[in-house]
Nanobody
């Protein structure tokens, strides 16, 4: 089970940190990812991290602004979002893959999804 939190309303240029707490004993062996879905748009990949945390992968649209990290002791993955833009407004979802240990941008590789946390960036 995944529980995402940390969303909210922020002005353009501001920062937010999302958290996703995972229950269960497979967290440290799972690749983790963040996706987002804006109103009227398809869900899109944001960032992914390998099970060890040593490798990460980002969508071009967030590269250099967002940072994904994980704490395998706390069973939590984070998404630090800086220099936010209005186009970052979306519901953000965390996801876990029980099959992939490396990073992956493909939604079909993920088996478990959190409930989403809403991020609104005002201009």
């Amino acid at each position: 089970q995944l529980q995402a939190s940390g969303g909210g309303l922020v002005q353009a240029g501001g920062s937010l940190r999302l958290s996703c707490a995972a229950s269960g004993r497979t967290f440290s062996s799972s690749a983790m990812g963040w996706f987002r879905q804006a109103p009227g748009k398809k869900r899109e990949f944001v960032a992914s991290i390998s099970r060890s945390g040593g490798s990460t992968y980002y969508a071009d649209s967030v590269k250099g602004r967002f940072t994904i990290s994980r704490d395998n002791v706390k069973n939590t993955v984070y998404l630090q979002m800086n220099s936010l833009k209005p186009e970052d407004t979306a519901v953000y979802y965390c996801a876990a893959s029980s099959r992939i240990s490396y990073y992956t941008p493909r939604p079909s590789d993920y088996d478990y999804w959190g409930q989403g946390t809403e991020v609104t960036v005002s201009s």
